[in-house]
């Protein structure tokens, strides 16, 4: 039996793709789907901040963006995209699991509103000018038997509209259930709903940097499972994706200032990837060089590399 059913009927605006999978809860599963290469024609480009200043220091948002606004001020709202839920098995324990944990609208329309904040947005109240989001119009998310975790795809209309595929044996497996449905079902969404966000370089990005993003937007809303850690010495690769490249990303985050990873996302938008270039151009060293630094941060134990996910759940919590 399949039912269908639609969250949310607002309008949105108009939509870009980019895809690939998801994580699970104990060891990465990944199941792959086609990132698109190229999109609707991009906004002329915009400049980025000099590298000489964000590699010494890191870079200061206005003052207007900083400034909360006065009391009973609301958060800025982004476009919302339709979002729709398809269960094609009602009778799946998965299923009973997952309609039992979250309240699909709340969840689905807390989690891109948190997305569109982290990609797009200087703060609660102040979307960053700078930033171009994705003309997503639609996601469905579809509840069904199948291998892996999660993955994001266009749909059959075009790559604007958005489906992401959760396997319901997935959702049965999750344990302690009590504990975790809820948590791992809200990550795994938020997960895919970046990828549902975010620019991918026409096409050329590293898988590795497109997952890491999407943990890293996963871990500042504080819902990073509990076998998530920060390896003491930094180890394995830089682009090693999901939540290895996501703490790396989260140090890159607090050394280079508020927006290192949104500036990451906007370049993506603007140009194919190139290693060599990429990471010299905004950060003013070459990635290898802020991974090593990133290890031997990790190692001493500096601030920036330390855990923040307390302090983003408060955020959240008080937005």
Known sequence: MTIHRNITTRPSVDASSSSIMATDDGKETTTAATIPATGPAA???????????QKQQPVAESDAADEKPADGAKPFEYPKPKLRLEVRDINHEGADVFLQSINAAAVLAAAV???????????????????HMTPTRSVTVILRSMGGVAYTTGSEIDGDHKEIHFSLEYIAGIRPRKERA????????????VHCYQWNGHGSCPGGLIEGIA????????LEPPHWKREPAAVGRWDGGYQHTAYFLDYLENRF??????RINEKLRLEHYDGDSFWPDLLGDSVQKLWEDY??????????????AAQQLKQVQDA
């Open 295 to 308: 290890a031997e941060a990790v190692k001493e134990g500096r601030p920036e590399a330390s855990d923040s």
């Open 43 to 53: 906004p002329a480009a915009t400049p980025l901040p000099p590298a000489a200043i």
């Open 257 to 262: 200032g508020s927006g290192t990873v949104r």
């Open 215 to 222: 943990d890293w937007v996963r871990l500042r809303c504080a």
């Open 182 to 193: 809820t948590a791992e079902i809200a990550g795994v969404l938020t997960h895919e709903l």
């Open 113 to 131: 509103g948190n997305v569109q904040r982290l990609l797009y947005g200087r703060n609660f109240w102040h979307p960053d000018p700078d930033t």
